[in-house]
């Protein structure tokens, strides 16, 4: 049996947004980034901003995948909450605005496979930084530190 090349993506990092006091390294993904428009990211920056789970008054690291679904958006929002577990909250844009993805079952899915490159690279990352002093400069060397590429 002859197999078939599965579709690569590409991953570019666009720098670090703010959010109050939690800082979000971004990413956009897919299959050419540049088709992701600065409205689409404007759209996903607010509604991280006014999002439920208030990061505006959390002191928290983390980063954003925002992943291009052919015409649409699945946006990872993701923080590490200073300890070896990452959370999630998922949003997309099915309704032309970016809506919380209500995933309210047993078994869920995560993470696809060309996600799962920035998180791979993401964990390692925070795995430094956790056996860090977690000083500022520690911190910063985190934030600094992105991704990009083939996924």
């Keep these: 049996m002859k197999s078939i090349p599965y579709p690569s993506k590409y991953a570019q990092s666009k720098g670090i947004f703010t ?3 939690t800082k979000f390294k971004w990413y956009d993904l897919a299959l050419d980034p540049a088709e992701i428009s600065s409205q689409d990211i404007h759209d996903a920056q607010r509604c991280i901003e006014n999002a439920e789970e208030n990061f505006q ?11 291009r679904c052919g015409e649409q958006y699945l946006l990872l929002v993701c923080t ?13 844009n099915g309704s032309g605005r970016f809506e919380i993805w209500d995933r309210n079952r047993t ?3 995560t993470y696809c496979v060309w996600e799962m490159g920035i998180v791979y690279h993401e964990s390692q990352f925070w795995k430094k930084y956790l056996g860090s002093g977690r000083e500022e400069k520690d911190k910063e060397e985190y934030l600094n530190d992105f991704f990009e590429g083939e996924v």
């Design 19 to 21: 959010v109050g006091k």
């Design 80 to 92: 590490w909450r200073s300890e070896n577990e990452l959370w999630e909250s998922v949003y997309y």
């Design 57 to 67: 008054n959390k002191d928290d690291l983390g980063f954003v995948i925002m992943h």
């Design 107 to 109: 078994h869920l899915p």
